[in-house]
């Protein structure tokens, strides 16, 4: 498991585009049969994924954890970002999910694994102060906003899977934005939320195509170029939107103080610089 340190605004404007790649980046994160993971400081987040082929693939666990099990002091989100149907047991239980399903793990589940040819998991994972019961979520079984308009090149539909009216979690809040065909921006306006961090996954972009996704202070924005298939850390004091050469879907998860999910510092977008 890779461990990346917090950074601060500061740090950020001295970046060239190559460090900016190496502390926020996660590229190509469901590429193989095993489990990559990446330790975030901020907020203790974790991230990671994994696509199995015809192979069943546990749940590591990492030293720098210092935990019995991987969940011993932690949940987990998984999400389907693969064409086909998936399976993931966890605690003796076996769950189906479909591409763009998602499964909530409670902290304490032991014997994590992963199987399904076609599939890919993209998981995030907080620090968690109680147990949460596992539970399996599909698009219908979600809470689907319909924001934006063709106009703005914005239209998209946001499922929120793990929230405080969904699946239960400690801190844990997790979804998938769908772009319609033809849009291409997301989170716009964008906004800031100081209390807890956020990774975007993007994916169902084809190999030819690209996201550009904004990071860094309102007022001082840096750009990552990203294929389908990578995440990007934002810290706190970040904003988070993207815009992409042809329409896509992206994962967004976050963890920290609370789970609000309008706790937010809206940027209007003549304000960003």
Not at 7 to 33: C, I, K, Q
Request: a negative charge; charged letters at 20%; proline letters at 6%.
């Amino acid at each position: 498991m890779e461990v990346r340190h917090a950074t601060s605004p500061n740090e950020v404007d001295r970046m060239g585009t190559e460090e900016l790649r190496r502390r926020f980046l996660v590229p190509d994160l469901a590429a193989g049969p095993m489990v990559r993971l990446v330790y975030s400081h901020h907020d203790r987040l974790v991230v990671g994924g994994v696509t199995p082929g015809t192979e069943t693939v546990a749940l590591p666990n990492p030293g720098a954890l210092r935990s019995e099990h991987f969940l011993e002091r932690r949940e987990l989100g998984v999400v389907n970002v693969g064409t086909a149907t998936g399976r993931v047991t966890a605690g003796g239980e076996t769950y189906e999910l479909a591409p763009k399903e998602c499964l909530y793990v409670g902290r304490g589940a032991r014997d994590v694994t992963f199987a399904g040819h076609g599939a890919g998991f993209y998981l995030v994972s907080t620090p968690a102060h109680a147990e949460h019961p596992t539970r399996r979520a599909g698009l219908a079984d979600a809470e689907p906003v319909s924001l934006g308009a063709i106009e703005g090149s914005n239209e998209r539909t946001i499922y929120k899977y793990i929230h405080a009216n969904g699946i239960r979690s400690c801190q844990l809040v997790l979804g998938v934005t769908v772009l319609a065909p033809g849009s291409m921006w997301n989170t716009m306006p964008c906004h800031v939320h100081d209390r807890r961090t956020e990774v975007y996954y993007y994916f169902d972009l084809p190999a030819d195509q690209r996201v550009v996704h904004l990071m860094g202070r309102p007022d001082a924005t840096r750009n990552l170029i990203l294929s389908g298939g990578d995440a990007v850390i934002s810290p706190p004091w970040s904003v988070h939107c993207g815009f992409g050469t042809r329409s896509y879907a992206f994962v967004w998860a976050m963890g920290g103080e609370n789970q609000a999910y309008d706790d937010v510092e809206v940027v209007a977008v003549q304000d960003l610089r």
